[in-house]
T-cell receptor, first 112, second 116 residues
């Protein structure tokens, strides 16, 4: 089975702090994604990566950056957290050929 | 652009009732369509998918048929159980290659609660 791991399930930060969320997948997938989930809005794509050190902006990249130094690991960075970034963050990975994305359990971030 | 519209929730049913969650889409190409489910406290899991018109996806008693003429992919189950209580997301991805990289466009999600 594909496993996508987000080790932090809950995180509380203060406004202006740096936030680092990590995602690890164990299936050698080329493509990885970061989404945020908000009630009534579904999931919105923040950034994605199609290879090591390669990244593309999604629909809502403002206030976020990403890093992909190794194929299995895709990190989401909030350089200076703001209260409007309080949300559930979901990571996903996908084989470059297949259509199915596999999701991690999510990290619920609260910015005070 | 691409978009997915789901029926608004929440949906509350009694056990063994019939379920329909409507999903319609707009897409610039030829999408694959998906239903994902999110159980409380968990990430999203693929429930079923269909990759071309008239395909029917099915899993765990749930079904959805890809209707190109009505641009719809409605989710149905004949008899729901309490364990089906979850949030259901309809989504699409374009099949074309290039720079799409399989990005998913999601609907807003529908909360389903099933009572005993």
């Amino acid at each position: 089975d594909v496993k996508v791991t987000q080790s932090l399930r809950y995180l509380v930060k203060r406004t202006g702090e740096k936030v680092f969320l990590e995602c690890v997948q164990d299936m050698d997938h080329e493509n990885m994604f970061w989404y945020r989930q908000d009630p009534g809005l579904g999931l919105r794509l923040i950034y994605f990566s199609y290879d090591v050190k390669m990244k593309e902006k999604g629909d809502i990249p403002e206030g976020y950056s990403v890093s992909r130094e190794k194929k299995e690991r895709f990190s989401l960075i909030l350089e200076s957290a703001s209260t409007n970034q309080t949300s559930m963050y979901l990571c996903a990975s996908k084989d470059s050929r297949a259509g199915t994305q596999y999701f991690g359990p999510g990290t619920r971030l609260l910015v005070l | 652009g691409n978009s997915v519209t789901q029926m608004e929730g929440p949906v509350t049913l009694s056990e063994e009732a019939f379920l329909t969650i409507n999903c319609t889409y707009t897409a610039t190409g030829y999408p694959s369509l998906f239903w994902y489910v999110q159980y409380p406290g968990e990430g999203l899991q693929l429930l079923l998918k269909a990759t071309k018109a008239d395909d029917k996806g099915s899993n765990k008693g749930f079904e959805a048929t890809y209707r190109k003429e009505t641009t719809s992919f409605h989710l149905e189950k004949g008899s729901v159980q309490v364990s089906d209580s979850a949030v259901y997301f309809c989504a699409l991805t374009l099949n074309a290659g290039g720079t799409s990289y399989g990005k998913l466009t999601f609907g807003q999600g529908t909360i389903l609660t099933v009572h005993p």
